[in-house]
């Protein structure tokens, strides 16, 4: 049900969040709003993770974590959490549904980085 690439985007994750993003995916296909994993949208090693953190930082670009993932662990470390983005030309432009996949997300009982206090809209992960 849940397409190969989204598949191999969250390999060694938990079991349980995959199935809920592909739930996740499927559902927001059927209204016709196409979705997938992020590239690096699932589990992270530490040296991927200090590679995130240095962009906008040591490395030049936007910054896209806050997690350094020393002091402050993300949960993609963990397998516990999933980013998702649109297909297409602007995979995360402004134009498109994120309230929509948000809500979707919440529906399937995951957390919903949206409703932090800084939005990280793609990132979904399992409830403590
Ligand atoms: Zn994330």
């Known amino acids: 049900m849940i397409p190969e690439q989204h598949r191999e985007r969250l390999g060694g994750c938990h079991p349980n969040l995959v199935w809920r993003i592909g739930c996740v ?3 927001l296909e059927g209204k016709g709003i196409k979705m997938m994993v992020a590239p690096d949208g699932g589990l992270r090693t530490l040296r ?3 590679a995130l953190y240095a962009l906008g930082r040591t490395k030049p670009g936007k910054i ?3 997690a350094d993932g020393v002091k ?3 949960r993609h470390q963990s397998g516990r959490a999933a980013d998702c983005c649109f297909r297409g ?3 995360y432009g ?3 549904p994120w309230n929509t996949y948000g809500e979707t997300v ?3 009982g995951l957390v919903w980085g949206g409703r932090w206090k800084s939005p990280d809209r793609p990132h979904a992960e399992l409830k403590p």
Do not use: A, C, L
Request: no cysteine; hydrophobic share 20%.
């Open 25 to 27: 995916i499927n559902e």
């Open 48 to 50: 991927k993770q200090k």
């Open 64 to 66: 896209v974590t806050y």
């Open 72 to 74: 402050v662990k993300s």
């Open 89 to 91: 030309p602007h995979p």
């Open 94 to 96: 402004e134009e498109h």
């Open 106 to 108: 919440e529906k399937w």
